[in-house]
């Protein structure tokens, strides 16, 4: 692969140009094109199926590409730069057999790091985050969550500098769901890059700065979460005393009370001029809520209704295995 | 390639210390003893029913004055032809030699007998099951001349010399092929293990780890040198049993014939061929086991996979006797059979720098296995690159 076509940014942690991939001939990803900046904490957004694994995979260098290019800490080889990232698969996977801060050790000597000072490091890691019983103690012997803590700290063992995570939270309690989404914050506050992919909203408008949409292989929106949210128009929710009077060209036409309560996208002429035509038109305002949009909202916006369920049906999905 | 020789190193550690420490090795360990004792087991069964069969009584019912004649002729042959050489005989008094039911006799006796001689030495007659009779009627005429003659048989004196061209050729060759013979059963018992060898990875979705972090070449080399690694482990533990084994029941390995290259030469020789067997064979069978998507599939391709085995050494052991002919030179150039002919070699030509390049050559071809190996594990395992396909090995092999 080259880069005859695009120029990689050295303030990019990511680039990636156009990249297909099909499977048996069916297009799992439709043309990506991706930048991630360093020291963001980036999330993939989209429901299981949509392409988010396989365009990680393609940007780790575990499979090339069909079509297009990609940069990797501006390597179009991935692999090279092994040494500086991170990362935690979709599909969790540990030797059964090896002790737990043996395997943390491992996963950092696999990514450059002296072994001993891996194993050293490992240790400490499952004392500062309560797993000090465990440290001992074979894969197998460990529960599913503690499993999963420790293949996350081999991931970080070796300090890199970006880190991709594929569904990180899936199959966490709430508790440790909080315990990852420090974990992730803590190692943005160090400069570390953090790309993680989800298919629950919440966490990644808790935690991105930036984001990518992605559905049916194609990826509709990318970029700031206030950006996503804007595209929408605020929700007004308004109670009057009065339900006819001048001040009723300020609310859309075909906007209809529900008793004395008014339910509207924001004007495109803003905030000010409603408010003067409410109070200059005895409007009799009772209450007022300016609703700024969420993400849930953007997302159905930006990818479709059917994306949005079906992102939904795998949350409650993953709910119930939880 | 710095960092493909390190990161192999890495999964070779791991490996290894995951093998040698598991408690199944000690009975990988023990595995030679089994044949061991089956083998001393039936060997010793066989021997006695062999003397059973082998040794066999003919009743002897002749006049008594023959009969005494017939006893004193076997003594002296079994000095010279060895006491199991001869059937045993055994007196049957107050038996006529004329008698025309004889062959009742056969029965009738203390111990089973095989035949019964009557008449008499001179016109002697052999009564028994037409398969004994014509097995030992030359014996029963020999036995009949010598008693008739009366006299012992001639002693030979011996002259012996330490070693002519003739012994020395027919040496190299036993060499030659108790070499090859060793190579053989190691890599057959110990190169199979290796197809099974990514199922783990593949199974605890380990691999998307490795394939992330590290060449997939380096998981490959890593997993082979952790195989070899092991193997060699076994094949010290069981050579120095073997040693020690040998040293208290007395054999004398001075007595053993030297092969061409000198017994150190031929040591090493010995386990730099059977490392390049190992490698060579285990990168193609990695390569085929990582294409299996399960343990039943591995189990499947074992058949075949032995089979091919088979094919080559047969090809290398064909080739022995052969030395310069084509079919010789076939076998050393051919990756497969290339180490097991080249210790043939060693036993039986005494020039060196002929096995510098062999050793290079399938080190070579080990690599381009594994490259070859590497990239159709990528393609159809990783679903990596234009021709990804999303099918099990045996159903590709279907089409």
Not at chain 1, 14 to 19: D, K, R, V
Not at chain 1, 146 to 174: C, K, N, R, Y
Not at chain 2, 68 to 87: I, T
Request: glycine share 10%.
């Amino acid at each position: 692969m080259t880069s005859s076509a695009h120029v990689k940014t050295p303030e990019n942690a990511i680039e990636a140009h156009n990249i297909v991939k099909r499977f048996d001939g069916e297009l799992a990803v439709d043309g990506i094109d991706l930048k991630i900046k360093k020291g963001s904490i980036f999330g993939i957004l989209g429901p299981n199926g949509a392409g988010k694994t396989t365009t990680l995979r393609m940007l780790l260098g575990i499979i090339d590409p069909d079509e297009g290019e990609r940069f990797l800490l501006g390597s179009a080889d991935p692999i090279s730069k092994a040494h500086q990232v991170g990362y935690l698969p979709e599909e969790r996977g540990l030797y059964q057999s090896m002790k737990a801060f043996d395997a943390i050790g491992f996963m950092g000597a696999l990514r450059g790091l002296p072994l001993a000072e891996g194993r050293k490091r490992g240790r400490q890691m499952m004392i500062d985050h309560g797993l000090g019983d465990a440290v001992d103690k074979q894969i197998r012997q460990l529960s599913k969550g503690m499993a999963q803590t420790v293949q996350l700290l081999g991931t970080i063992v070796h300090d890199p500098d970006l880190i991709i995570l594929d569904e990180p939270f899936s199959g966490l309690d709430a508790l440790n769901q909080g315990k990852l989404e420090r974990l992730i914050r803590g190692q943005a506050d160090k400069g570390v890059t953090v790309i993680f992919s989800t298919h629950v909203i919440a966490h990644a408008e808790r935690l991105c700065e930036d984001i990518a949409i992605v559905a049916n292989g194609k990826i509709p929106f990318t970029g700031k979460v206030s950006t996503a949210r804007d595209r929408l128009r605020p929700q007004v929710h308004l109670e009057t005393r009065n339900l006819e009077g001048p001040w009723r060209s300020a609310i859309p036409a075909d906007c209809q009370p529900l008793g004395h309560n008014w339910h509207f996208t924001l004007p495109e002429s803003g905030v000010e001029p409603l408010l003067r035509a409410l109070i200059e038109g005895d409007a009799g305002i009772q209450s007022l809520s300016i609703e700024r949009p969420g993400l849930h909202d953007a997302f159905v916006h930006i990818a479709g209704e059917a994306a949005a369920k079906k992102m939904e049906e795998d949350s409650a999905l993953e709910g119930e295995a939880a | 390639m710095i960092e493909t020789i390190r990161a192999s190193f890495v999964i070779a550690r791991r490996d290894f210390s995951a093998i040698i420490l598991s408690k199944s090795f000690f009975f990988f360990l023990l595995g030679p003893l089994f044949p061991l004792i089956i083998g001393i087991a039936a060997g010793g069964l066989g021997q006695q029913v062999r003397q059973d069969i082998d040794q066999p009584v003919i009743g002897v019912a002749l006049e008594e004055g023959q009969s005494a004649k017939l006893l004193e002729a076997r003594k002296a042959l079994a000095k010279n032809l060895g006491n199991n050489a001869l059937p045993e005989l055994l007196l049957l008094p107050d038996t006529d030699p004329d008698d025309p039911n004889i062959s009742a006799k056969l029965d009738t006796a203390d111990k089973p007998l095989t035949a019964i001689i009557s008449g008499s030495l001179e016109a002697p007659l052999l009564t028994g099951s037409e398969q004994d009779v014509r097995r030992w009627s030359g014996k029963v005429a020999l036995l009949s001349e010598t008693a008739l003659s009366g006299s012992s048989p001639v002693a030979v004196k011996t002259g012996f010399v330490t070693e002519t061209n003739s012994s020395n050729k027919r040496g190299q060759l036993f060499t030659a092929q108790a070499g090859q013979a060793v190579l053989v059963l190691l890599t057959m018992i110990l190169a199979g293990m290796v197809l099974s060898n990514l199922v783990e990875e593949k199974t605890n979705k380990i691999i998307e780890i490795l394939a992330a972090a590290i060449p997939m070449d380096a998981i490959f080399l890593g997993k082979l040198f952790a195989m070899l690694g092991m193997a060699l482990v076994g094949i010290t533990v069981w050579s120095s049993l073997g040693l020690l084994g040998g040293s208290i029941i007395g054999l004398n390995l001075g007595n053993l014939p030297v092969p061409a290259v000198g017994w150190p030469l031929f040591s090493i020789l010995m386990v730099a061929y059977f490392s390049m067997a190992y490698l060579l064979l285990g990168s193609l069978f990695l390569g085929i086991g990582a294409m299996a998507t399960t343990v039943r599939e591995v189990q499947t391709l074992s058949m075949p996979v032995t089979m091919g085995q088979l094919l080559v050494f047969f090809l290398a052991f064909s080739a022995i006797t052969k030395l310069g002919e084509p079919i010789e030179w076939f076998a050393v150039i051919f990756p497969f059979s290339s180490p097991f002919a080249m210790i043939a070699r060693a036993a039986q030509m005494d020039n060196i720098w002929q096995h510098g390049l062999a050793l290079v050559w399938q080190a070579m071809f080990t690599l381009i296995i594994i490259r070859f190996s590497v990239m159709l594990f990528r393609r159809n395992v990783m679903k990596s690159g234009n021709s990804a396909r999303k099918k099990s090995l045996l159903a590709r092999i279907r089409g």
